[in-house]
Each structure stands twice: as structure tokens, then as C-alpha cells.
Nanobody, 121 residues
């Protein structure tokens, strides 16, 4: 199983980024997927999650209203569109795959290596 994130980068506050997660080695349509992030000196935290069918989505309060999670099971891809970015969104963003939607990282079985998002003020 391999998860590869992309789409991170340096952006000014107020800007947008679209993160992508490419999955291989598993049939993602049977798994929930999620995004987590970890800022320097902080614990990894939940950002967003999506059910296996894509019919249900969940967001942390910190990104709700500014982010949209989506997935394309045929392409084995998951996305996170982030708008109105703030400096506090700066972190390494990880995609994860698990059996059920969960807000805690131990519930997820597979993880990507992460992509850096840096938001300048």
C-alpha cells in the first residue's frame, strides 16, 4: 500500500491550495480516508475525513467553511481544497486510509509521507 501526497507549497495568507493523495495497492472504495496535519512542535491533528463512498464528509472546526474534501475512487485519489489559508494552517499534511471515518489518527491503517504547506503572512 502506498499513499503519496502532492500539492503543498508556499502560499500567501488568503490564498488557496489543492492537496492530492494518490493511493495504490488497495481498493480505496472500501476505505474511509482522511487528512491530518502536524505543525512543528505540535501533535498531529485531524483536518478532514470522507466516507468510503464520498457521501459523508467531516471537518475540524479550524478548517470548516474554508476546506472541501473529495475523492475519486475510480482514480484512487483524494483531494483537499483549502481556501482562505491562514499562517496557522502551516504544517505537514498527511493523507490516511482506514476502515471507518475517525477523528483520531490511530484509527487509520495507512499513511502517506506528507506534503508541506507553508502560509506566509
Amino acid at each position: 500500500v502506498q499513499l503519496v501526497e502532492s500539492g503543498g507549497g508556499l502560499v500567501q495568507a488568503g490564498g488557496s491550495l489543492r492537496l492530492s493523495c494518490a493511493a495504490s495497492g488497495l481498493i480505496i472504495s472500501t476505505y474511509a480516508m482522511g487528512w491530518f496535519r502536524q505543525a512543528p512542535g505540535k501533535e498531529r491533528e485531524f483536518v478532514s475525513a470522507i466516507s468510503s463512498s464520498g457521501g459523508s464528509t467531516y471537518y475540524a472546526d479550524s478548517v470548516k467553511g474554508r476546506s472541501t474534501i473529495s475523492r475519486d475512487n475510480a482514480k484512487k485519489m483524494m483531494y483537499l481544497q483549502m481556501n482562505s489559508l491562514k499562517p496557522e494552517d502551516t504544517a505537514v499534511y498527511y493523507c490516511a486510509v482506514g476502515g471507518v471515518v475517525a477523528y483520531n489518527s490511530p484509527a487509520y491503517n495507512y499513511w502517506g509521507q506528507g506534503t508541506q504547506v507553508t502560509v506566509s503572512s
